[in-house]
């Protein structure tokens, strides 16, 4: 068994104003701990990954193709791969999500592996 505290996960960026910290990441699946700045936005794009998730704290919209979705506390999303997808907070706090990607993001654990090396980034 392997337990993890989020302040253990190094935090790494993602897109400009938006963090992510991977929680587990096994040779299948990858958790992933999201946090969006107040009225950040994640800009559209698209990866051969995966993705399901639940919005844990705030609140957003998210978008593909001609669809826009409220997104808040408790709500759970599923993007397929390949699918096309922003996110914007809609709230003045931190928003902050659990994504899970099937297969684990390559990107994402490259980051970390940069990162690590050198602490935390923006603690």
């Known amino acids: 068994m392997k337990i993890v505290k989020k302040e ?3 935090r790494f960026h993602i897109f400009n104003g938006i963090l992510g910290r991977i ?8 958790f992933l701990l999201v946090e969006i700045e ?5 800009p559209e794009h698209s990866h051969p990954h995966e993705q399901m998730g639940i ?6 919209e998210f978008r593909s193709g001609e669809e826009s979705v409220i997104v808040d506390e408790g709500t759970f999303y599923w993007i397929k ?16 999500f659990l994504d899970v990607f099937n297969p684990p993001r390559e990107d ?3 980051k970390v592996k940069k990162v690590s090396g050198c602490g935390e980034v923006d603690k």
Do not use: Q, T, W
């Open 23 to 30: 929680i587990f990441s096994s040779e299948n699946v990858m």
């Open 81 to 96: 791969p390949g699918e096309k997808h922003s996110v914007r907070s809609l709230v003045d706090e931190v928003s902050v």
């Open 38 to 42: 107040p009225r950040g936005v994640v």
């Open 55 to 60: 919005c844990l704290k705030g609140k957003a």
């Open 108 to 110: 994402y654990l490259e």
């Open 8 to 10: 253990e996960a190094v």
